[in-house]
């Protein structure tokens, strides 16, 4: 069974950091890239950042900089570290896998359930 499970979430103040985990099932992470998405309250959910599996990596423009995204292949998990954190950073961020590279959410085939971040101002 294909689970994505995420946790690291909370809230923080603008300026600080968090790191995202999420932990997959091997058979999802191995075979897949994994992928970092966001939804903000009334909003679309949003691309922020994808690695393959030898650690390249693609960033939404608004975090480059501040977040990096990263992979354990011998743990199955990925991780997400915001720094920097803004207001505006505020959303559930999904961990999501592919069998390609891409920015797009609809070829992202696995999701977990969602780990709020909240920055306050």
């Known amino acids: 069974q294909v689970q994505l499970v995420e946790s690291g979430g909370g809230l923080v103040q603008a300026g600080g950091s968090l790191r995202l985990s999420c932990a997959a099932s091997?058979?999802?992470?191995?075979?897949?890239?994994m992928g970092w998405f966001r939804q903000a309250p009334g909003k679309e959910r949003e691309f922020v950042a994808t690695?393959?599996?030898?650690?390249?990596?693609l960033y939404y423009d608004s975090v480059k900089g501040r977040f990096t995204i990263s992979r354990d292949n011998a743990k199955n998990t990925v991780y997400l570290q915001m720094n920097s954190l803004k207001p505006e950073d505020t959303a559930v961020y999904y961990c999501?896998?592919?069998?390609?590279?891409?920015?797009?959410?609809?070829?992202?085939?696995?999701w977990g359930q969602g780990t709020q971040v909240t920055v306050s101002s």
């Open positions: 999501a896998a592919s069998g390609v590279v891409s920015r797009r959410e609809a070829l992202y085939d696995y």
């Open positions: 091997e058979r999802t992470f191995s075979t897949n890239y």
């Open positions: 690695i393959n599996r030898s650690g390249g990596a």
